[in-house]
């Protein structure tokens, strides 16, 4: 394991909580992560040497679930670390929200990362709008994907892959738009009606 670049510690000499620039140094030890090197100050040029010690990071088994899919993989904690329900976290490219936690044999609310069994959770980073849309003579349910900020407006026309539908009105928890835009994730069915191609002869 190489040193890192750069270290965010305590300041012997001003106390500012800043990162230091590691000028040299080395990673070692065991059950730990222990640095040892020369680090500067970028608050104040202070110039220290340090021994910093953290403990390894752990793999917490975690399943997330996207699309009616339910993915093993993993994700790497400090073991100290706490875990809640509800929490939100970066995995790869994607991000995700904690859904329950399994430690000791039950579920729990929260839990220090090195007592957790298996996370659940699932990803946030994309929503799926529903979308009842009238054919004319029946009405057919689609599902849009949006990430949660996207907004649908009243009157905008949706690509559905093979038709496009125009958006009637908006239902959300509260109220139902007739007018006016919504973000993806406040929306609890969107309505519309399919959208019929002009033929140009
Ligand atoms: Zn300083």
Redesign the pocket.
């Known amino acids: 394991m190489s040193a890192p670049s750069a270290l965010v510690l305590t ?6 909580v ?1 990162p230091h620039r590691v000028l040299r140094g080395k990673i070692g030890g065991g059950d730990e992560i222990v640095f040892e090197g020369v680090v500067k ?1 970028s ?4 110039v220290s040497s340090v021994v910093t010690r953290e403990p390894k990071p752990i793999d917490v088994p975690l399943v997330v679930s996207w699309l009616d899919k339910s993915e093993k993989t993993s994700l790497e904690f400090s073991p100290e670390e706490d875990v809640h329900v509800g929490e939100a976290l970066d995995l790869g490219d994607s991000r995700i929200s904690i859904t329950a936690i399994e430690a000791g044999g039950r579920r729990v609310d929260g839990a220090k990362a090195r007592e957790v069994a298996t996370l659940w959770a699932k990803r946030i980073d994309q929503v799926r709008v529903k979308f009842s849309v009238n054919k004319g003579n029946r009405t057919v349910p689609h599902e849009v994907l949006a990430a949660p900020d996207e907004e649908f407006e009243v009157g905008e026309i949706v690509d559905l892959g093979k038709d496009r539908a125009v958006v009637h009105h908006i239902r959300t928890r509260i109220r139902t738009v007739r007018d006016g835009q919504v973000r993806a994730d406040e929306i609890v069915r969107m309505y519309g009606r399919i959208v019929r191609e002009r033929t140009i002869r």
Request: glycine letters at 24%.
């Open positions: 300041c012997g000499q001003c106390g500012s800043a100050c608050a104040c040029g202070f």
